[in-house]
């Protein structure tokens, strides 16, 4: 069994691979926090420990390791939460001078987690586990048949009355394939034009499939998040996919700037003003921008609230204070729907090779 040391930090991590005799094996290796994270982890620890069983330590810093650690897990190792102050404490003991540098604490992370086998292992919910693969998935499939829908669009000058969305329902594709078998064109355009509508056809139902699954997957989890305005059941699937539990947040305030639907704070010549926080998690903040504008047409006490602060704010302005106000209903409903799940929560996977 050998034990990996991760020292986690916004825009990269290192990783030091231990034994069980507590010595480092290889050289440390510093990874960017980006898509391809779990990639090159793996690929690394395969070419310095080959076939080997593998436990991740991590130094317990889950704003920063928490994609990391569920990466890991979904890709079938067993994952530990290392504490700072068990870490400090392997340092100093293994370190001549204590001296503390970020493969240092990567490896005293690994060692803290050899000598206390009790610590906690990193779990997900297996309802939010099946929901970030099905959303990822879901969006995937959106993009490809946006893509097929615009080749189309500009191969074919016969839709010019229709709108990219006609061709995401049946009704629009089959009206499609009539005019392209009615049309004056050569047969190789009309079949490949054709087979492009088949394709789009399968990627309608697929999508259609995978609304029905994740909908009968959130509905017994999320009763209180759906009845709000503007969340359907696929942003109530991203709510969760993407916040998981809810109980990391303490308070709105920090879910907000996980969002980015704070405003950041700007000081100058003592003056003070906020600023729009262009950061946080593009997908949620994508989800409150729907709700938002979907109150906006729908939901009367929004509606007022957008009317009282506009004429300060103008309209972008007062679009996100509601955007705010949503994310402090969105937290207590998330709270509620967390506290009302009767599932138990699956145990991590042994490690694989």
Same mark, same amino acid.
């Given at each position: 069994?050998?034990?990996?040391? /991760? ?51 991590? @130094? ?11 990466? !890991? !897990? ?24 204590? %001296? ?7 490896? %005293? #992370?690994?060692? #803290? ?46 839709? !010019?009355? =229709? ?29 490949? !034009? ?22 009968? /997957? ?17 942003? +109530?699937?991203?709510?969760? #996919? ?10 709105? %305030? ?38 938002? /504008? ?7 006490? +929004?509606? @007022?609230?957008?009317?009282?602060? @506009? ?9 996100? /204070? ?8 969105? =937290? ?16 991590? #996977?042994?490690?694989?090779?």
């Amino acid at each position: 069994m050998v034990t990996v040391g /991760i020292d986690p930090h916004k825009h990269v991590h290192v990783a030091v691979a231990v034994g069980p005799d507590g010595r480092q094996i290889g050289k440390p290796f510093t990874v960017k926090n980006d898509a391809w994270l779990i990639t090159a982890l793996l690929g690394w620890a395969r070419t310095i420990i080959d076939s080997t069983p593998v436990v991740w330590a991590i @130094e317990d810093g889950r704003g920063f390791a928490r994609r990391l650690a569920d990466g !890991l !897990l979904l890709a079938g190792h067993e994952v530990v939460w290392v504490p700072t102050r068990l870490t400090a404490a392997h340092r100093r003991l293994h370190a001549a001078t204590g %001296a503390k540098s970020d493969p240092a604490d990567a490896a %005293a #992370a690994a060692r #803290a987690a050899i000598a206390t086998p009790e610590l906690a292992r990193h779990r997900i919910d297996e309802h939010v586990r099946e929901l970030r693969v099905l959303v990822d998935y879901r969006t995937d499939l959106i993009k490809r048949r946006t893509t097929l829908i615009n080749q189309l669009k500009a191969q074919l000058h016969l839709w !010019l009355n =229709h709108t990219p969305g006609d061709l995401a329902r049946p009704k629009g594709t089959n009206a499609l394939a009539l005019l392209l078998t009615a049309a004056h064109i050569g047969a190789h355009v009309r079949r490949v !034009l054709l087979d492009m509508t088949t394709e789009l056809s399968e990627l309608n139902q697929r999508v259609h499939d995978l609304d029905t699954t994740i909908k009968e /997957i959130v509905i017994p989890l999320a009763p209180a998040l759906l009845e709000i305005t503007g969340i359907s059941h696929t942003s +109530a699937a991203v709510l969760i #996919a993407e916040i998981g539990d809810i109980t990391r947040f303490p308070t709105s %305030a920090k879910l907000a700037r996980y969002t980015g639907c704070a405003p950041i704070p700007v000081y100058s010549s003592d003056q003070q003003r906020h600023r729009l926080h262009r950061g946080g998690n593009r997908r949620l903040n994508s989800v409150l921008y729907t709700a938002a /504008i979907v109150q906006k047409r729908f939901h009367p006490a +929004a509606q @007022e609230l957008l009317a009282r602060h @506009e004429p300060a704010k103008g309209k972008r302005g007062a679009r996100r /204070i509601l955007q705010r106000h949503l994310i402090d209903v969105i =937290h207590r409903a998330m709270t509620t729907d967390r506290a009302s799940w009767q599932h138990q929560i699956t145990p991590p #996977a042994r490690s694989l090779t």
